[in-house]
């Protein structure tokens, strides 16, 4: 077995290599976060599609990205994951600067959908290169850490897209999301190639069949988390609001200091039994943020809910490794990355039409009903040894 990363790079959590993926996935996640923000307003205001257009043009980048997943997680395996991180970042930059000439909601789902193709590559290529740089034993830890860059990302873009609008429009705001994507590509640039070569493996598969399970389980808290996010400034602006990227703040700012003060406890606790505390969390503040009759129980339902996204990603992608060998972890990594685009795509598209139908409260009433389910499905799956 040959390996592109030396001996000593893995005695070591805060690698150089580790640190530039980490500094290229916030600028690239910045602008997720200022997508976030820009995409239900975008679309519910100037484009006029409504909520369920909102919910529709929210989620269509992930609809393309789940279905290249098989196929970008096999090229990780055999081709490396650098080439996914730089190329994909150049795709996302090109489909954000083409957002600012949207004019309707069909090119805006187009779009959309183009992102998806660069969300498919660079989020493959992130995750099995963290798996490949952590020492084993800090690997809940290197998910947590690494993360911040993702809860970084939504805490700032947001807000950062907010005063992009309000003094300079729409346009200028889509532009800065691109610029920072060139920037993530760039650093990405730098990133050592990590993939691992095994070269008694013959054949790569599409599906890596053992994570299957905790990814489901972690779909649900995906879902749950995705109808949130798609909403909350809309729900917020219901209550009248004044900084609807106010809860958005507050989520992503909650979830980086969690991260920051509770790493290690992700490698100390049973990873599928913290994920199914950290579902039940969730659906407690969403049930607070469903029935909120104030911005003030809004702000708490969201800081609940943050409390319990604080350990469901690292535990979830803790438990999918666990799974995967070492020439495995593009293909669990897809895995993985797919729960997140099908929980993001399908998740704000189907609670759309319940905000349509019935309100905002009732889509994040639905999102607390899917955490739950997911808790319970979490707690009877066990992980087997590879």
């Known amino acids: 077995m040959a390996t592109t990363t030396t001996p000593d790079s893995r005695d070591r959590l805060f690698t150089r290599g580790f640190i530039l993926l980490t500094l290229g996935e916030l600028a690239y996640l910045t602008t997720d976060g200022m997508a976030i923000f820009l995409i239900p307003v975008y679309a519910a205001g100037p484009l006029e599609a409504g909520q369920a257009g909102a919910g529709l043009a929210f989620g269509a980048f992930a609809l393309s990205a789940l279905a290249l997943r098989p196929w970008v997680g096999r090229f990780a395996d055999t081709r490396g994951r650098r080439p996914l991180l730089i190329g994909g970042a150049l795709v996302a930059a090109l489909a954000l600067a083409l957002t600012a000439q949207a004019t309707d909601l069909a090119s ?5 959908l183009l992102a998806g193709v660069g969300e498919a590559a660079v ?23 690494n993360s911040l860059a993702l809860y970084l ?26 610029g920072l994507a060139v920037a993530a590509a760039a650093t990405f640039v730098f990133v050592p190639e990590s993939r691992v070569l095994d070269e008694s493996v013959e054949r790569h598969p599409l599906i890596h069949r053992p994570s299957l399970p905790v990814a489901l389980g972690f779909l649900a808290s995906i879902v749950a988390m995705g109808g949130f996010l798609a909403f909350v400034a809309l729900h917020a602006d219901d209550l009248g609001m004044t900084r609807t990227s106010l809860p958005l703040f507050l989520y992503g700012i909650t979830v980086v200091v969690g991260r920051v003060t ?14 199914a505390v950290a579902l039940v969390a969730m659906a ?72 349509g139908a019935a309100g905002i409260g009732w889509a994040f009433g639905v999102a607390a009903g899917v955490a739950l389910a997911g808790a319970g499905w979490t707690l009877t799956r066990r992980l087997s040894p590879r």
């Open 284 to 355: 407690v503040g969403l049930t607070v943020a469903a029935t909120a009759p104030s911005p003030g129980w809004l702000l708490l339902g969201v800081l609940v809910l943050a409390i319990g996204v604080t350990f469901s990603t690292p535990a979830f992608f803790a438990a999918i490794f666990a799974t995967a060998g070492p020439s495995e972890r593009g293909a669990a990594s897809a895995m993985a990355s797919a729960a997140l685009d099908l929980g993001l795509g399908a998740g704000p598209i189907l609670l759309g039409y319940v905000a």
């Open 123 to 145: 989020f493959t290529a992130i995750f099995a290169a963290i798996a490949d740089l952590a020492p084993p034993s800090r690997m809940g830890e290197a998910l947590s850490y």
């Open 153 to 178: 990302g939504l805490a700032a873009g947001p807000p950062i897209a907010e005063l992009m609008v309000s003094h300079a429009g729409f346009a200028a705001a889509w532009y800065l999301a691109a």
């Open 108 to 112: 805006l789902v187009a779009l959309r």
């Open 262 to 275: 509770m790493a290690k406890l992700v490698d100390r606790v049973p990873p599928l039994r913290l994920a």
